[in-house]
Nanobody, 114 residues
Framework: QVQLVESGGGLVQPGGSLRLSCAAS????????MGWYRQAPGKDRELVAT????????NYVDSVKGRFTISRDNAKNTLYLQMNTLKPEDTAVYYC???????WGKGTLVTVSS
């Protein structure tokens, strides 16, 4: 049974930073391509960043390039998203998942506001 547990969200001021974590179980984590997604109220869920199974290949949506960094620690079955220079438009619930997707976790809420 796949379990994905996101954590690390919270309230932060514009220009601030947060580090999100995703603890995975019930899958063979190491060879799995992974992604971070986000969904703002009234909007579709969008793919923000991806990382290859070994961690070498990383891709980002244009709106977060240069500000966000996706990484993984396969020994800990954990995916990370370092978020710097946060903007109000980054406000959303953030989710992790395998690619192709499995079941979704509850996500973690990031709110960027003064």
């Amino acid at each position: 049974q796949v379990q994905l547990v996101e954590s690390g969200g919270g309230l932060v001021q514009p220009g601030g930073s947060l580090r999100l974590s995703c603890a995975a179980s019930g899958i063979i984590f190491s060879p799995s391509r992974m992604g971070w997604y986000r969904q703002a109220p009234g909007k579709d869920r969008e793919l923000v960043a991806t990382i290859s199974g070994g961690g070498s290949i990383r891709n980002y949506v244009d709106s977060v390039k240069g500000r966000f960094t996706i990484s993984r620690d396969n020994a800990k079955n954990t995916l990370y998203l370092q978020m710097n220079t946060l903007k109000p438009e980054d406000t959303a619930v953030y989710y992790c998942n395998t690619i192709p997707n499995k079941g979704w976790g509850k996500g973690t809420l990031v709110t960027v506001s003064s």
